[in-house]
């Protein structure tokens, strides 16, 4: 049973927050990640790199005209951690700091020179209703905000809940997600560069799809983020 949020308000009057990564306590200038964890981050710089490895999963499969992840996703890692609590435990701070983190190195290196329009990856409304938040449309707002790049999170939709993804192999995770998403207002892309946003990129089905949809418009350019990529 998930604990609710108000008792972990409640244990925090007594007990420090803990880092993510490593379970130590955090001080006063510390949140979310101590500075060790937050220096220790496994950065992939796949942004500095032409066919890096997150393209590389899309070759012959869909177009994109460039693709990133901001940290490596290993099992057992830091990143896995904290992805698990920000999509199981409600942790969104989690969100907004690695989102704000890899905005800002993106912004730094010019990766969003070209860039429109940032859209989250959407979640079904049942899996949206269960769940209280979509983590990919969290990322999209702190990258946002460090970017002035608006964030469009209510075009494009799912509009069939699938089963789980986890344990399906490629093909039928294709299977699973061709044909279930739909755009609200699609003359609002037209002629624009649109950067999806997503949380961990494992056989790309889901963002496949999207891009299908997407690149039925006129005239539009897609490029794909994620927070994290499978090692």
């Known amino acids: 049973m998930n604990t609710p949020y108000w008792f972990n308000d409640f244990i925090d009057l007594f007990y420090p927050d803990s880092c993510l990564g490593c379970q130590a306590p955090l001080v006063s ?3 979310t990640l101590c500075l060790q964890c937050l220096n220790e981050l496994p950065q992939t710089q796949f942004h500095l790199l032409k066919n890096n490895a997150v393209e590389q999963v899309f070759i012959g499969r869909c177009h994109l005209q460039k693709a990133t992840s901001f940290l ?3 099992k057992g890692g830091i990143v896995q951690s904290m992805m ?7 942790r969104k701070e989690v969100a907004e700091l690695l989102g704000s983190l890899a905005a800002q190195k993106l912004l730094k290196d010019g990766f969003f020179d070209d860039i429109d329009i940032l859209a989250p990856i959407p ?6 209703a269960l769940r209280g938040f979509n983590q990919s449309q969290l990322i999209a707002s702190s990258m946002g905000a460090v970017s002035n790049i608006p964030v469009s999170d209510d075009n494009l939709i799912r ?5 789980s993804q986890t344990k399906k192999a490629r093909f039928a995770r294709w299977l699973n997600v061709e044909s279930v998403f739909e755009l609200k207002e699609p003359q609002l892309l037209y002629n624009k560069h649109v950067l999806l946003i997503d949380d961990v990129i494992t056989t790309g089905a ?5 891009v299908t949809k997407l690149q039925s418009l006129p005239h539009i350019k ?3 983020f994620t927070l994290g990529v499978a090692k």
């Open 72 to 74: 490596y996703f290993s």
């Open 29 to 31: 200038n510390e949140s």
């Open 159 to 163: 509009t069939t809940h699938t089963d």
């Open 222 to 224: 897609v490029s794909l």
């Open 84 to 90: 698990h609590a920000l999509k199981y435990k409600g």
């Open 206 to 210: 889901t963002v496949e799809a999207c």
């Open 123 to 128: 979640l079904h409304p049942k899996k949206l």
